[in-house]
């Protein structure tokens, strides 16, 4: 359930979940801010009680005892110091446990979404996925220095501040105690005007960042379509709900919290001040009229604070409950490696891929491949072409794992395809993509790509995709940066750092997702000069809109609608008359 939809009190639960999770390593630390928090308060709870000693004892009686009243006075003085000492070093720790804290809940969600499945990201949207990693985690921050801090301060505060006040005159402390259930009436008014507000301001924000990624990456595209008052007029109208949003939780904080609460501290004041004047007030209840003057502002001070609080917490909870539905998304199927699969992996007669009756389909009820079965041997080049919809993605997905086979079988060197583990799985396939995806670093960290491979292993790769001589013409070779996409290079040169990229993982098997159909004649040679020369040594399966790229395959599979309309090499297939394969490749031999 989306954290919109939501019950504020799920969302609470959700947060108080996620807290424990991330903090679970220095809980020892909160314990300690706790009692620090407990002996401050005790100590700020004295001073009053030692102000009415000193007036009550010695002011006004003329009592002048000037060593007791020197100690009296430094101990108002030392215990102030003392309590805000304590309160500065719980407030440090507290700050390192919040930033430590949202360290690892950074980490847990990246590496959460690192492991999703391809199907999540089907649905997502980028800008709102960096908002929920950046935006959302900072938020949960704010729990512990604002939010958790100044609620335990000034919850420990108050019990303190009323147990003294009952000590005092218990008949004076009823009055004061009358004012918290004003105070509930007023959070319960704030939690049901604000929550939805807030919630729906947090929801609009990724709305404003996913929109504001979606326009940068297709700033071409939309420049060309002459789309810019489009996109800014839909942009303006997120806006201003966002704003109109923002603006109905500020009028809930602005005639709800302070306001009111400042309005109760004048009435509590008079009534104090009514009750004392009405009694026969002795010397010696001066001070306590005193003591509960300066209590007074102890207890509408923390009930301020901690109702001002709410807003903040009620955002911080929102975004908390983001990130923990993002967190509850199921993880890819974490694969297993059985030692009899491993022992069929070894064997060489086992095909590179055995598919068998496989039928699939996104949503139900509308298949996309059917009863599919397939072979293809160790060391073949394999092409797969078809018309657009004909499944050919779709069966490069399933290969990938990407998607669960729903259906029938996949066999990889004889192993089941869900019962290789995934470590050894994205060793042995390689994966060269349609769009080629280049890091903003060099072109040594692009083929690399964090395995720790040597100058050697990357050269021989960047040699086998023949991106060697162009990568070495930079101004610093291997090390030069590629820029943001790999912009400082052409479409082609980034299609051969792709395939020297998946080449360097030294794969049994690689994939190829129409890697020729976005670059140019000269560099389609080079590609098919690599190809022919993987020949015999890894399994290629080529996706192809271009039919020239796998004009030489041992293979080609012609898909129709999800089924296998044809099989063969070129010349075999081209000798159907009225074939599909042929049709295709004579319509693309005209427009050529």
């Given at each position: ?118 199907a999540f990201f089907d649905r997502a949207i980028t800008g709102q996925l960096v908002s929920r990693v950046t935006n959302d985690t900072e938020a949960v921050k704010s729990l512990y220095i604002q939010v958790l801090f100044v609620m335990l301060d000034s919850t420990i505060v108050l019990v303190g501040t009323m147990c003294a006040m009952a000590w005092l005159d218990w008949r004076l402390m009823l009055i004061v105690l009358a004012l918290l259930p004003a105070v509930l009436l007023i959070v319960w008014l704030y939690q049901r005007w604000s929550a939805p507000a807030v919630t729906r301001a947090r929801a609009l924000r990724s709305e404003i ?384």
């Open positions: 359930m989306k954290p919109e939809h939501q019950s504020t009190a799920g969302q609470m639960r959700q947060a108080i979940a996620l807290l424990r999770r991330a903090a679970r390593p220095d809980q020892h630390h909160l314990g300690w801010a706790v009692l620090w928090l407990a002996i401050a308060a005790l100590l700020e709870v004295l001073g009053p009680i030692m102000g009415k000693a000193l007036i009550d004892e010695h002011l006004l009686p003329h009592h002048l005892d000037w060593p007791r009243m020197a100690a009296l006075l430094a101990g108002v003085v030392l215990t102030g110091w003392i309590a805000s000492g304590l309160r500065y070093l719980q407030l440090v720790r507290l700050s390192g446990l919040a930033m430590r804290s949202v360290m690892r809940l950074r980490e847990m969600v990246y590496t959460h979404v690192l492991l999703l499945p391809m960042n996913g929109q504001m990624a979606e326009s940068i990456g297709g700033m071409s595209v939309l420049q060309a379509n002459n789309a810019e008052q489009r996109f800014g007029a839909r942009f303006a109208a997120t806006n201003q709900d966002h704003y109109t949003a923002r603006l109905s939780e500020l009028r809930a904080n602005a005639w709800l919290l302070r306001p009111a609460l400042d309005l109760f501290n004048i009435i509590l004041l008079g009534a104090v001040i009514f009750m004392f004047g009405h009694r026969e007030m002795t010397a010696t209840e001066v001070g306590v009229l005193y003591a509960f003057i300066s209590y007074l502002a102890r207890v509408i001070e923390p009930l301020i604070q901690i109702t001002m609080q709410f807003s903040q917490l009620q955002q911080s909870v929102v975004a908390s409950a983001r990130v923990a539905t993002l967190l509850d998304e199921g993880a890819a199927k974490e694969h297993t490696d059985h030692a009899s699969h491993a022992e069929a992996a070894n064997d060489g007669n086992a095909p590179a891929v055995a598919i068998r009756h496989l039928n699939f389909a996104y949503n139900e009820g509308q298949p996309v491949l059917h009863d599919l079965s397939l072979t293809i041997p160790q060391g073949d080049f394999v092409g797969i072409v078809g018309h657009t919809g004909s499944g050919k993605s779709t069966l490069l997905s399933l290969l990938l794992r990407f998607y669960p086979a729903q259906h029938g079988s996949i066999m990889v060197h004889g192993v089941p395809l869900d019962a290789i583990d995934n470590e050894r799985f994205r060793a042995e396939v390689g994966l060269v993509p349609q769009d080629p995806f280049l890091l903003a670093a060099s072109a040594r960290e692009n083929i690399d790509m964090g395995r720790g491979l040597t100058q050697a292993q990357i050269e021989a790769a960047a040699r086998a995709a023949h991106a060697h001589d162009f990568i070495a013409a930079l101004e610093r070779g291997y090390d030069t940066p590629l820029g943001e996409g790999g912009s400082r290079l052409s479409v082609g040169q980034k299609q051969l750092i792709a395939i020297a990229r998946a080449l360097a993982g030294t794969p049994r098997i690689l994939l190829l997702d129409e890697a020729t159909s976005h670059i140019d004649s000269q560099t389609e040679q080079i590609v098919q000069t690599a190809l022919d020369e993987l020949r015999g040594k890894v399994t290629v399966i080529a996706i192809a809109h271009r039919l020239s790229t796998i004009r030489d395959a041992d293979r080609i599979i012609v898909l129709n609608h999800g089924r296998i309309a044809e099989t063969g090499p070129h010349e075999q297939l081209m000798q159907i008359d009225g074939g599909l394969y042929q049709r295709l490749y004579l319509l693309q031999q005209l427009a050529a």
